[in-house]
């Protein structure tokens, strides 16, 4: 279905969920992070980090730690309320937060009623009536208890981090959950309300074949997921430690992994599913993110793909990031450095980037090429594009007419790709970034 140019994949992008990227974030001062939350204007959505699991899985390249050590939990549950306190006395009266959305990590590692005190303290401290709220959940501390919490809260949108069905993969990436708990969850999470469900699935997994994936698919699919998110295993031990404990001899090449994530892509859009961007997936006629993608209402944050328009992200909690139209900032990653700063009160934006004219105009264009294939593009950089965007046109995989550029069908797989070709902070380098597919 796709073809299959080495060539072009052969240098790591990022994955343009912000622009500039975390790459390009160097320190900022306490006070650019208070006059950012001092100046927001609109509707606002959060967003609560909980950087801890029950088990730590080999494959996970996100900031998180195991919950066993209940002191360090505690203790940062206790400075995340005092930093929820610090940032909505910053925002102007009548802020209107209309999304929050908990992420780790997996935030059904803290107990059910410490979960409830969050909300509590966010609907007070932010004045919440109504908003929406989504959560990513682990399947393997799931429980009826949680499920009653997400019933009582009025969660309707849940991500699991299912990864694969394949027990043998399982085993290789230190995740193991058997299908018996996954339906389980996905059971107590329909009886609880959620109406809008997500499974993270995996491609490029050590000792996965087509047939694995394939699977995995399939089982997904009969369980009704609303959505799916298939990405790409990212192997880059040197900069997640975690890594290491994975067979790298073990994993596809980049030849199967295109395969794989074709065969994906052509089984679930012929199987219910409306594709939203390279690698997510939403059934059409009621799922948000399906009507965002067919309606051309797309949009791109630290989530990833998102019907969620609010022109102001606020990150709580270490290492979350907050956008603001014309600042990236994020929060102090080290857990004890922010413990001890939140704790006293203080804003714990350690690192970010203020986003000049020129970055918010690349940052639409790159934004608009992922989320709907064709951005308009200001003569002058498309002519500074023209040399690196050739091979993409010569090859029928995007194409250029006037001031705006358009990413065939078969070029979806490049469209990160193509995108990067409008980032003037991207380097070569292959230790920064993953394989575009």
Known sequence: MWPYHPDLLATPVPRYTSFPT????????????RAALAQVEGDVSLYVHIPFCEKICFYCGCNTGAAGRRHRLE???DALHREIETVSGALPSGTRVRRVAFGGGSPNAIAPTDFVRLVDAL??????????????????????????????VGITRASLGVQTFASHCQERIGRVQDEALIVETTDLLREAGV?????DLMYGLPGQSHEDLMDSLQRTRVLGADRIALFGYAHVPHIVLR?????????PDQATRFAMAAAGYAY???HGYTAVGFDHFARPGGDPLAVAAL??????????????????????GASAISSFPHLLVQNEKNSGRYRMKAGAGQLVGERGIRRSADDRLRGAIIEQLLCRGHAAVPPALLEAARHGLAPFVDRGLASIAADSLSIAPEGLPYARTIAALFDPYRQLSPRRFSSAV
Not at 123 to 146: C, H, K, Q, V
Not at 243 to 251: G, M, P, R
């Open 243 to 251: 890594q290491k404990a994975i067979d790298a001899s073990d994993l």
């Open 268 to 270: 679930l859009v012929t």
């Open 123 to 152: 609907t007070i401290r932010f004045g919440l009536i109504d908003p929406a709220y989504s959560i990513e959940l682990d399947p393997r501390t799931m429980s009826r208890e949680w499920a009653e919490v997400i019933a009582s």
């Open 195 to 199: 109406t809008s469900l997500n499974f």
């Open 295 to 316: 309606g051309g209402t797309l949009r791109r944050n630290f989530q990833g793909f998102t019907d969620d328009d609010a022109a102001t992200l606020i990150g709580l």
């Open 22 to 33: 975390a790459a390009e974030f160097g320190e900022i001062g306490r006070d650019d992070h």
């Open 75 to 77: 203790s940062y549950l």
